[in-house]
């Protein structure tokens, strides 16, 4: 079967601007995590669902980003007035419940030039 | 808070034993977890401990005592393949959620 898919796998963007992020998690899975990894970093937690719910946002670093997932399966992680500082790879990882193991997608690599 | 502690770069030799160690602080512990990473690609599980003891998966045990904060990786009859980064993420349940805190990851490198 088909696993995490993210696209896209590579974004170059400008400061200043609007990016946004998809995530398309494992068919049947109700738990969706985004996570943000820097170069020799592990990583960092931004938001999980539950669900078409966000069950803690308490990672997202300010309100310049926002994550949905609309129907409970895609999830879109959106970041307004993009920063440098927002370069880095974005991962989403899904699981069949929230206590069951995770699987990553492949990531979305973001560069703000 | 949460704080998670392992080694930043470790080296081996082919065939050898390698032993990774994490530390952990957290108020709500609710699992660990291990995954290896390959440069450039995503994380894929290893394994999960809740429980205190040894959890054995082929080549690959990982060891939990909740009491110390502290876990490690074995990996045994190391391959050339085994050159990764492997990361220790601890399941956090302090604010009622399920949060993963990762450790920054260990750079294994295997060589011939």
């Known amino acids: 079967g088909a696993g995490v898919s993210q696209t896209p796998s590579n974004k170059v963007t400008e400061k200043g601007k609007y990016v946004e992020l998809r995530c398309d998690p494992i068919s049947g899975h109700t738990a969706l995590y985004w996570y943000r990894q820097s170069l020799g970093q592990g990583p960092e937690f931004l938001i999980y669902?539950?669900?078409?719910?966000?069950?803690?946002d308490s990672g997202l670093p300010n309100d310049r980003f926002f994550a949905v997932r609309p129907e409970g399966s895609v999830s879109t992680l959106k970041i307004q007035r993009t920063e440098r500082g927002d370069s880095a790879v974005y991962l989403c990882a899904s699981s069949l419940l929230v206590r069951n193991e995770q699987f990553f997608g492949p990531g979305t690599r973001l560069t703000v030039l | 808070g949460q704080n998670i502690d392992q080694p930043t770069e470790m080296t081996a030799t082919e065939g050898a034993i390698v032993q990774i160690n994490c530390t952990y602080q957290t108020s709500g512990f609710n699992g660990l977890f291990w995954y290896q990473q390959h440069a450039g690609e995503a994380p894929t599980f290893l394994s999960y401990?809740?429980?205190?003891g040894l959890e054995e998966k082929g080549r690959f045990s990982s060891f939990l005592s909740r009491s110390k904060g502290y876990s490690y990786l074995l990996l045994k009859e190391l391959q050339m393949k085994d050159s990764a980064s492997y990361l220790c993420a601890v399941r956090d349940t302090t604010s009622g959620t399920y949060k993963y805190i990762f450790g920054t990851g260990t750079r294994l490198k295997v060589l011939a």
């Open positions: 401990n809740v429980l205190d």
């Open positions: 669902f539950q669900g078409t719910g966000a069950a803690d």
